[in-house]
């Protein structure tokens, strides 16, 4: 028994279960997002830079390129539309999320 009258086992009981994991906020949203961009018209990976503004026109922003540096750190390419940002690796799309308050792309105005 300590001082407060709680034994260690009870200690370490009530430790692991303040240590438990919870359900996360994060993985609910990063869900929605992804049934949502399922529903939407996005850039599909593999279109070049060329057919990416032909059909959804020139982006609000193109930041500038990333990496490059070995063959294992590629170019990258970011371009803001208003509803969603699109990857390219070299000149092809990797990858394209929808422009929502969720993981890194909470202001994403603020990037460079």
């Known amino acids: 028994m300590t ?5 260690l086992p009870m200690l370490v009981l009530l430790a692991a279960g303040a240590a438990a994991p919870q ?3 994060a993985d609910n949203l990063l869900v929605n997002r992804v049934k ?9 990976r593999g279109m070049s830079m060329e057919q990416v ?30 509803n969603f940002i699109v990857y390219f690796e070299h000149s092809h ?3 394209a999320v929808l ?3 969720a993981g890194n792309n909470k202001n994403p105005e603020t990037a460079n």
């Open 23 to 25: 359900p996360a906020r």
């Open 36 to 44: 949502q961009e399922q529903g939407m018209n996005l850039p599909a």
């Open 99 to 101: 422009n929502t308050p």
């Open 3 to 7: 001082k407060f009258g709680i034994s």
């Open 93 to 95: 799309v990797i990858h």
């Open 53 to 82: 503004e032909q059909k959804f026109g020139a982006p609000k922003r193109k930041l500038s390129p990333r990496g490059g540096d070995t063959a294992k750190h590629p170019v990258i390419n970011r371009w803001d539309y208003s």
